[in-house]
């Protein structure tokens, strides 16, 4: 396995800093590449950052990551709720998966609090903005420090 982190987002998150700031905050998807490029270069690690609104793509770049990822840190949208062709995929990959929610899913709508994902990942981070890409970053880290 490589040091790379596979950050991958789900629908909508393309429009982050634009759909309803007041939930998800005025950062752009871009700002977050930006800061987890950085927050992975200092542990030594790489980040392939993707986002994509098709529940396929996702699969098919958890199936890429197989291959040489040493970890997958989703915040996968809507597709959280409802994706067990998400969760299969998951299940396949070896290495560590964090699940991300840039806001706290269990103060919102009752749908929300369920993750077919969550039955998978490793850690969830949910309700600390953008930041929960960047703590993200720093478990995958240390489980890779101690393994």
């Known amino acids: 396995m490589t040091g790379t982190i596979y950050v991958l987002n789900g629908p909508n998150l393309n429009l982050l800093g634009k759909r309803q700031p007041e939930i998800y905050g005025r950062e752009t998807l871009a700002d977050v590449e930006a800061a987890a490029i950085e927050a992975a270069k200092g542990h030594g690690l790489s980040v392939r950052f993707l986002q994509s609104n098709a529940e ?27 994706s067990i062709a998400i969760l299969d995929a998951l299940n396949a990959f070896e290495g560590t998966v964090i699940e991300v929610h840039i806001s706290n899913v269990h103060k919102r709508e009752e749908f929300r609090r369920h ?15 953008t930041q929960g890409y960047l703590l993200a970053i720093d478990r995958v880290a240390r489980v890779l420090a101690a393994d």
């Open 56 to 82: 396929h793509q996702l699969i098919d770049w958890i199936h890429e990551a197989r291959e040489g990822a040493a970890a997958i840190i989703i915040n996968p949208g809507a597709y959280t709720h409802t």
């Open 115 to 129: 993750s077919y994902v969550s039955l998978r990942a490793d850690g969830v981070i949910a309700g600390c903005g």
